[in-house]
C-alpha cells in the first residue's frame, strides 16, 4: 500500500509572522525556501476554493521547513493554482503523479492507478517556531510502488521504508515521536487497516468524501 497525502491550504499566515519569517529565511535551505513562491490552493474548511496562496503565505528531509526529519505517508503533494490540479478529485491525483516523481523519482505512475479514498481537516503548530500546517488533505492510495523503482530526491526525502501493516503498528507504537503529527493523527482513525485488508480490490471499496476533522 502506497499512501500520498495532497493538501489544499486552509490557513493564511498574518503579516506580523511574515515579517519574522523574513529575517529568519536565510537560515533553511535555499532550494526549500524557493519553494515556498509556489502557488497553493486556498479553500476554507469545507474545501471551497478562495483563491490561491503562496507557500510562505499558508505555512520534513532536515532541509525540509516544517516537522524536519520525519517519518510520513509515501508522498506529500500540494496542488497548485493551475487549471490541471484546481479540480478536485482529478486534480489532486495530478498533483499526485507530479509530486511523487519531484520527491522519490517514480515516473510510471498513471492517474488511474491513483485512488482518492478520502477528505481530512488537519492543524498543527510546530513548537517553538514560526511554522505550521493547517491543511484539508486528500488521502491517495496506489499500488506497486516498490523500493527498487525509487530515485529519491535528497532535498525531499532524507530515507525510505517499506512495511507491512504489523510492521507500522509496531514501530509507531514504539516511536510515535519520530512521525510527523499528521501521520500519527491519521493513524489513530485505524483508515491504514482497512485500506490494506482491502489493497488488492481497492477501487472497489466504497469512499465517503465527507470531510474528516482530525482532532
Same mark, same amino acid.
Request: hydrophobic share 45%; proline share 4%; charged share 30%.
Given at each position: 500500500l502506497d499512501f500520498t497525502v495532497t493538501a489544499r491550504q486552509c490557513s493564511i499566515n498574518n503579516t506580523e509572522r511574515m515579517q519574522r519569517a523574513n529575517v529568519i529565511l536565510p537560515k533553511y535551505d535555499p532550494v526549500q525556501v524557493g519553494y515556498l513562491s509556489e502557488k497553493c490552493i486556498a479553500v476554507d474548511e469545507d @474545501?471551497?476554493?478562495?483563491?490561491?496562496?503562496?507557500?510562505? @503565505?499558508?505555512h520534513r528531509v532536515e532541509t525540509c521547513i516544517t516537522f524536519p526529519c520525519l517519518w510520513a505517508n509515501t508522498c506529500c503533494s500540494h496542488? $497548485? %493554482?493551475t487549471a490541471g490540479e484546481r479540480t478536485g478529485a482529478t486534480g489532486v491525483i495530478a498533483a499526485v503523479v507530479r509530486k511523487i516523481e519531484h520527491e522519490l523519482g517514480f515516473v510510471d505512475l498513471e492517474p488511474e492507478?491513483?485512488?482518492v479514498m478520502g477528505r481530512f481537516l488537519y492543524k498543527a503548530v510546530e513548537a517553538n517556531s514560526l511554522w505550521g500546517e493547517h491543511e484539508l488533505d486528500y488521502a491517495v492510495v496506489t499500488r506497486n510502488v516498490s523500493l527498487d523503482r525509487l530515485v529519491p530526491n535528497p532535498q525531499e526525502v532524507s530515507d525510505i521504508r517499506a512495511v507491512d501493516e504489523k510492521e507500522l503498528t509496531d514501530w509507531i507504537t514504539s516511536e510515535s515521536p519520530s512521525f510527523s503529527p499528521w501521520f500519527r $493523527? %491519521?493513524?489513530? $482513525?485505524? %483508515?491504514l487497516s482497512e485500506w490494506w485488508s482491502n489493497i488488492d480490490h481497492i477501487e472497489n471499496l466504497p469512499v465517503d468524501l465527507s470531510i474528516i476533522r482530525m482532532t
Open positions: @474545501d471551497q476554493i478562495i483563491g490561491e496562496v503562496t507557500k510562505m @503565505d499558508a496542488p $497548485l %493554482f492507478e491513483c485512488h $493523527l %491519521f493513524y489513530r $482513525l485505524r %483508515f
